[in-house]
């Protein structure tokens, strides 16, 4: 069924064109830290209540949130959602898969785990086959679509988290700081201290760092 949307239809245009056109339960779908060769592939998946209330003060892209404010989003988007899950693909599961395929993989399995299906699902920048359900991929979903925002923002936090405590094991490469992302500052203490397991060797700078450069490990 075919749907309208006005350019100026702001956050949760993508969600009210829908419901008019007969969807009533919609699913969004984002991912965090495709681009970092440390830690997981975080992904998840949000179903927001159409009601005035069950809206997300403040909501948008979770890049361009400070932590602080990610956080309160976070907090009101599991008060408020109808459902929601989060999924992680872990560094060695990328490494095997490849980083494309574990984002489809990931954005796939979030909104298959979902305690509520959904009637339609967008998902951020990929389509995503396999979902049982019609879907749209949406160009920086997360920058225009609400309920993609919120996804967003759970994939964030959640994988901030994970990297967080992942400093509290491996303190040698600040991960707290940049949170696995190819910075400079990873880069010197990777390059001092070689990849531990958390690094994705299908990356060429943490093949390099450990003196392979051309092929990461077999298996």
């Known amino acids: 069924m075919p749907f309208v949307l006005r350019r100026d239809a702001g956050l949760y245009g993508y969600e009210r064109a829908?419901?008019?056109?007969?969807?009533?339960?919609?699913?969004?779908?984002?991912?965090?830290?495709r681009g970092a060769c440390?830690?997981?592939?975080?992904?998840?998946?949000?179903?927001?209540?159409?009601?005035?209330?069950?809206?997300?003060?403040?909501?948008?892209?979770?890049?361009?949130?400070?932590?602080?404010q990610r956080e309160r989003c976070y907090d009101e988007i599991v008060a408020k959602a109808i459902a929601w899950s989060v999924v992680l693909i872990d560094p060695g599961e990328c490494d095997r898969l490849g980083m494309h395929v574990s984002n489809i993989q990931a954005l796939r399995r979030a909104?298959?785990?979902?305690?509520?299906?959904?009637?339609?699902?967008?998902?951020?920048?990929?389509?995503?086959?396999?979902?049982?359900?019609?879907?749209?991929?949406?160009?920086?979903?997360?920058?225009v679509a609400g309920c993609v925002a919120a996804a967003s923002v759970i994939a964030k936090v959640t994988r901030d988290r994970?990297?967080?405590?992942?400093?509290?094991?491996?303190?040698?490469?600040?991960?707290?700081?940049h949170k696995g992302y190819c910075t400079p500052l990873h880069?010197?203490?990777?390059?001092?201290?070689?990849?531990?397991?958390?690094?994705?060797?299908?990356?060429e700078n943490v093949r390099r760092a450990a003196g392979v450069p051309d092929a990461p490990p077999a298996g």
């Not at 056109?21 to 984002?30: E, K, S």
């Not at 994970?162 to 700081?177: G, I, K, N, S, T």
């Not at 880069?187 to 990356?203: D, K, M, V």
């Open 162 to 177: 994970l990297m967080c405590a992942a400093h509290e094991r491996w303190p040698q490469y600040r991960f707290d700081v």
């Open 111 to 143: 909104v298959c785990r979902l305690d509520v299906r959904p009637d339609f699902a967008l998902t951020d920048g990929f389509g995503v086959d396999g979902l049982g359900v019609p879907s749209l991929a949406v160009w920086k979903g997360d920058a």
């Open 38 to 68: 440390a830690g997981p592939l975080v992904a998840a998946s949000v179903i927001l209540g159409s009601r005035p209330g069950s809206h997300v003060q403040g909501l948008k892209d979770s890049k361009l949130l400070t932590p602080l």
């Open 187 to 203: 880069q010197q203490h990777l390059t001092a201290n070689g990849p531990c397991e958390i690094h994705r060797w299908c990356f």
């Open 18 to 33: 829908l419901r008019r056109a007969g969807f009533a339960l919609i699913a969004g779908a984002d991912e965090a830290g």
